[in-house]
Nanobody
Framework: VQLQASGGGSVQAGDSLTLSCAAS???????????MGWFRQGPGKEREFVAT????????VYADPVKGRFTISRDNAKNTVYLQMNSLKPEDTAVYYC?????????????????WGQGTQVTVSS
């Protein structure tokens, strides 16, 4: 499975962005049965969990810093996962990665993810 993240950019604090993660694979491989997650890595920081969603769209979990501002969703018919980011802050500046889990459940643990996208840069200025 290949994951392609897109939608990043440079914005001002308070702005919104929507990231997309499109999946593709051989023999029509889809991510409809996989839990999916978004992670990020800020400058000089370790990668951290952002949000996750189960295969049916349930079981969403968010990291504390983004609760109430970010929303993860998925469209299995389009083989795509989204991350709606509102009220962006400078501390949200990072490369954002989408990932497909080994299981169908949502998970905040990066060790549970097998497939990773290449990342998309989000820069928030004050």
């Amino acid at each position: 499975v290949q994951l392609q993240a897109s939608g990043g950019g440079s914005v001002q604090a308070g702005d919104s962005l929507t990231l997309s993660c499109a999946a593709s694979g051989r023999y029509g491989r889809t991510i409809s049965n996989n839990g999916m997650g978004w992670f990020r890595q800020g400058p000089g920081k370790e990668r951290e969990f952002v949000a996750t969603i189960g295969w049916r769209g349930a079981g969403t979990v968010y990291a504390d810093p983004v609760k109430g501002r970010f929303t993860i969703s998925r469209d299995n018919a389009k083989n795509t996962v989204y991350l709606q980011m509102n009220s962006l802050k400078p501390e949200d500046t990072a490369v954002y990665y989408c990932a497909a889990a080994l299981s169908s459940s949502s998970s905040a643990d990066a060790r549970g993810y097998k497939y990773w996208g290449q990342g998309t840069q989000v820069t928030v200025s004050s």
